[in-house]
């Protein structure tokens, strides 16, 4: 016959010792083949691919080939390594019987023209599925045992941190600060006061050249050239994407995640709750759109949007009549009106002296109440971080509580872990919009007059969230006041607001 070889490994690290190698593979179904007289056609392995699934992609080439009858069948070194699932593969089994083929494995001795072979597949399939789970189940317990110790077992280190070797009988695989680690913290509070990703990479660049994550490379099938690992296009350049990513991560926090399961002291943090809080309450900032007029200065650019749309508005000149037949260039922000979604519905446009003079007035009191509040660090943002760390430490315990889980059942026990994990969003909300405010208190405020655009800009953009706008004719006047107008979202305010925007 002329069968098909099908070699699979379910997870190529870390497993060097125990791994099935697919030259092992290989080399068993070869010598069934010639034992037999039987011509095998070698596929590449399917490399880090779970039995739990029957889609893949070498299989499903295998069995479209056993579909155009352009194979007997399919051959195995053992029936584990072809499917783990007992429904599942008894489906994909059924399929091969029905095209005309069969399935041989090898050191299992299956042979499915028989009833007795038959019942075998399928006590051995039930077998491999249960192995399956047990594994699953010891290495969900592996890895909850290991972050609760502190152990990373994360294959890259997170830029800012060194892992500590295996042989540490202290502290194996921990995670600890290292000479990256203040231009980190550095970024952290440069994304709090509203500097730009570009910004920080540049900051990085200088201070802590990007160090590419070193991976182990996966085998290959035999004479395959490795895949070489993907790196960025200069070397020791911080990739924008990769910066953007580092103020999501709660491993700066100190905190290690695996699934469900949460260390919040796992290692020496990198930033304070505050620092992470406000670098990630930065909404996204938009750029001047096209047709704007770089001619002119414009405070608001990226920060003002149309209250009826939602749209960053445009700085440009309006022509204005006058009398006698003259006309005259006015500065505006004006709403496109047309966009890739459709017409705005209420599109708006407003001076822009008249729009930056109110931003900056309220801007300068906005600060003085913060500086007379003390906002670095007030008894209110103390008071919230105490709340978060009380919250959090409240789920663990209830998610650790196996008495618990079994009394309220698991559609109950996930319910209060719902409300728990909410409860925590809501404390983290209130922190982000505190934290946002304090990050760019004071100091600015005297500077402001020495300040290029560009910085007060970046200074705005890191106490103001968005400013809308809407037509005079919404606030009740063709002519109403920049008051009636205008209405600020502060840093953290702005979270979730839907368009219309109505005041």
Known sequence: MNLDAYIRVSDTRGREDDLISPELQAGKMDEYGQAHGHTLTMHPPELDVSGGKMQREVLDQ?????????????????LNRFARTLLGGLQVIQEIEAAGGTLISVADNIDLSTPTGKLVTRILLSVAEMELERIREEWSDAQRSAVTKGVCTASAVPPGYTKTPKTDKDHPRMLVPNADALAIKRAFQMRGTGSSISEIAAMLNAQAPYKAPTRKPKPTAKGKKPKEPKRPTTVGQWPLTTVGRLFT?????GELIRGTVTNPTAHKPIVTEQEWQAANSIPKRT??????????PSLLTGLIRCAG?????????SVTPRAGGATARV???????????GRCPASSSIKRDRADAYVLEAWREQMAKLERGGAVR???VEAVVEEIANLKDELAQFAADITLRDALGPDGFREQVDTRVANIADAEKRLRILSGQASVVAPTVAKWDDMDLPSRRKVLAGS???????RGEAAGRAHASADDRLRILWRGDGENVSVPYTW
């Open 331 to 341: 500065a505006v922000y004006k709403c496109k009106g047309k966009h890739s979604t």
């Open 464 to 470: 103001v969230d968005v400013v809308y706008c809407r």
């Open 287 to 296: 750029s001047p759109r096209a047709g704007s007029d770089p001619t002119a």
């Open 309 to 317: 749309c939602g749209y960053a508005m445009t700085p440009v000149h």
């Open 249 to 253: 991560n709660r491993v700066y926090r």
């Open 378 to 380: 007030t008894p209110e």
């Open 62 to 78: 295998i069995l479209d080939r056993i579909r155009k009858h352009e194979s007997d069948g399919i051959i195995v070194s053992k």
